[in-house]
């Protein structure tokens, strides 16, 4: 599921007054995987809400491997020191 339908469900099931209802369906899963588009959530303080609220009383399982975008940042701030 993209996670642009999740949080539309969301809203649509705050909107209705019955967002118990969501919240309580995806609370019964073991594990919820959520594809995500680049730049969906534009406003930090937003994506912060989000992340706050799909961790909460969840389990972050680590992986142990390197964060992809995180190297790519540093290569990216090493080069512009560089030149």
């Excluded at 019955?18 to 959530?41: E, H, K, M, W």
């Excluded at 406003?43 to 969840?58: H, Q, Y």
Aim: aromatic residues 4%; proline residues 4%.
């Amino acid at each position: 599921m993209p996670a642009t339908q999740l949080v539309n469900e969301l809203v649509e099931a705050a909107d209705a007054k019955q967002p118990s209802n969501t919240i309580a369906r995806y609370g019964r899963v073991d594990l919820l995987c959520s594809a995500r588009r680049r730049r969906l959530f534009t406003d930090p303080g937003l994506c912060a809400a989000i992340v706050d609220r799909l961790t909460s009383n969840g389990a972050i399982i680590q992986t142990g491997t390197e964060y992809f975008r995180l190297a790519h940042t540093e290569a990216q701030a090493e080069r512009a020191d560089a030149s």
